[in-house]
């Protein structure tokens, strides 16, 4: 008899299930699908974002796994009335989302976008006009988040020869090896006076809601870039704007945002701010892709991980990732 | 009375000039202009493109010095007649190219062009639909070039957890602290089977045009992307344009070209190429901004690099960076 019934909320491709399969042990009894078992007594729960029903069907369910990394706001809220229940989530596409980090601090910091649209149109003259892009080596980098994401993009800004400052809510020592400093949050004001690159890669909880807002923005020097993987509302939308409009700050990168299409209709019409982001030339806009959504080799890497993370359940050990309801990630 | 005179043929401006003049020994004099000089008797004429008219006005000339890295086709047919001159370049923008280069590579990999344009539009459809993005963490690089421009770009795909795998004419141990292999140009094709990026940082020389034909881009895989900030002659333009437009190459990022604008009035109507590589949405297209042209910071960076070699060339000192002009670089 299986030691742990798992149901998977959603709906799920045959690649996707295979890959799982393959790396599950025989205990783990798994059923999938976008409705709930008939007579559901699973013990553990795959899903983001579960409704009131699909928490209470199981009187066995003790745990809910998000399939991704963060904690819905809704999910959130409906799990602080059940502490019977513990939380946790797959890290497995961080390396994906440092990765996109990587990309929209560099595109943004060498203004690849419009220069691209140029020259598609036959245009060189930017080639001859004074040239807006920073240069990044020897220069400041501050990674705020220094989990599985920001020790990736610290790793990166090394690579590109910076020097890099990492904020995390309790600092720790870096690895002996590491260039990386790590600091606390209260090291921040501080930190951007001199950042070239600040790059977001924080969860969105009450402490990080508009962390970085009109007076931690007005630390940054003017020729700085600011790059968003963490999730939009960690930036004061109408601070970033403005100093983005006027110049104050250089470029951005942005993958997370203010406003996501509600609706499957809404998607190819939705604005991603409630101000204008799309006519600024300094900021790269991308669709909130850290995730690796759709990508099917991140994809497998999620079941595989989901795996892991199913197998320790079943084995009675300790399921990694586990998530603070209180503290919200 | 000075040891040197140095004439800077060209337009350089009070900037520019102030930095040069900060770090220059009294025993250099410069003289600047578009003009030659009336009484020409320099001993080192500053210059990419010489006329036959400058090589030969002063009877002291010892020194061409190249204000840039590489050495155009046609000052090398003027200098092989000329063996009592020497030529040299300045890489002071290898820091900025590799920067580009990382810049594209990232860029290309992540399709961000694309996804930057549909966002501006409102359109988040592509974050539904599969994700053509490549993973670069723990795939191979290799990177053609290992001078100053290879090595920093070796070192930010280390930063990126690739395994990096570099080529270079004369192959010599890597430092021990580097997890870099460097080998020499036999073994190209081996290494091409399983790269998932290709850097190109390789001047153009009789050995290195076409040096990425039909034969050796077919080694690569289709989940790879090419990076050019060499000259594009060194990957032959048909070979890479139909394999990027059938998919048989995933991405691209191209700082060097085909064509070129031939006059000012050229600059904003030139294609980059024979082959139509603006209608390709896998690549992303810069028009030739490795060298930093126009970025204050570079300029500056190149004027300190300009004293360094011409305080060398006053105290009889070997100057920096000597050419090969019969090598071509």
Chains 1, 2 share one sequence.
């Not at 799982?20 to 007579?39: F, K, M, N, T, W």
């Not at 990044?136 to 800004?157: D, P, S, T």
Request: hydrophobic share 45%; proline share 8%.
């Amino acid at each position: 008899m299986p030691a742990l019934w798992a149901h998977l909320l959603g709906a799920y491709d045959e690649d996707s299930l295979a890959t799982l399969e393959r790396a599950l042990d025989p205990a783990v009894r798994i059923s999938h699908g976008p409705e709930l078992p008939a007579q559901p007594a699973f013990d553990l729960l795959v899903a983001g974002r579960p409704s009131t029903e699909a928490l209470a069907s199981s009187p066995r369910l003790r745990t809910l796994l998000i399939p991704y990394a963060g904690l819905p706001e809704r999910t959130r809220t409906l799990l602080r009335e059940r502490p019977q229940i513990a939380v946790h989530n797959l890290h497995h596409n961080a390396g994906a989302a440092a990765e996109l980090a990587a990309a929209l601090l560099l595109c943004a910091a060498k203004f690849l976008v419009p220069l691209d649209r140029a020259l598609r149109a036959g245009d060189w003259s930017p080639r001859y006009r004074p040239n807006p892009s920073l240069l990044l080596g020897g220069k400041r980098a501050v990674v705020l988040g220094y989990g599985a994401i920001g020790r990736r993009v610290a790793a990166f800004c090394c690579g590109l020869d910076m020097e890099v400052a990492a904020i995390r809510r309790r600092p720790a020592p870096a690895p002996a090896t590491s260039s990386v400093s790590v600091h606390g949050p209260e090291a921040l004001s501080d930190l951007l006076t001199d950042a070239t690159a600040v790059v977001v890669a924080l969860p969105l909880t009450e402490k990080t809601r508009g962390l970085l807002g009109e007076t931690a923005l007005a630390c940054l020097p003017r020729e700085s870039v600011v790059v968003n993987v963490g999730r939009g509302a960690v930036i004061d939308e109408t601070a970033l704007f403005t100093r983005l409009q006027d110049g104050r700050i250089r470029a951005a990168g942005l993958d997370v945002w203010y406003c996501y299409p509600k609706s499957e209709a809404q998607r190819t019409c939705t604005r991603p701010g409630t101000l204008p982001f799309e006519e600024l030339e300094n900021v790269v806009l991308s669709p909130h892709r850290g995730g690796a959504l759709g990508m099917a080799e991140a994809e497998r890497a999620r079941m595989r991980a989901l795996a892991t993370s199913l197998n320790a359940a079943a084995r009675g050990e300790e399921i990694p990732h586990r998530v603070d309801v209180a503290e919200g990630y």
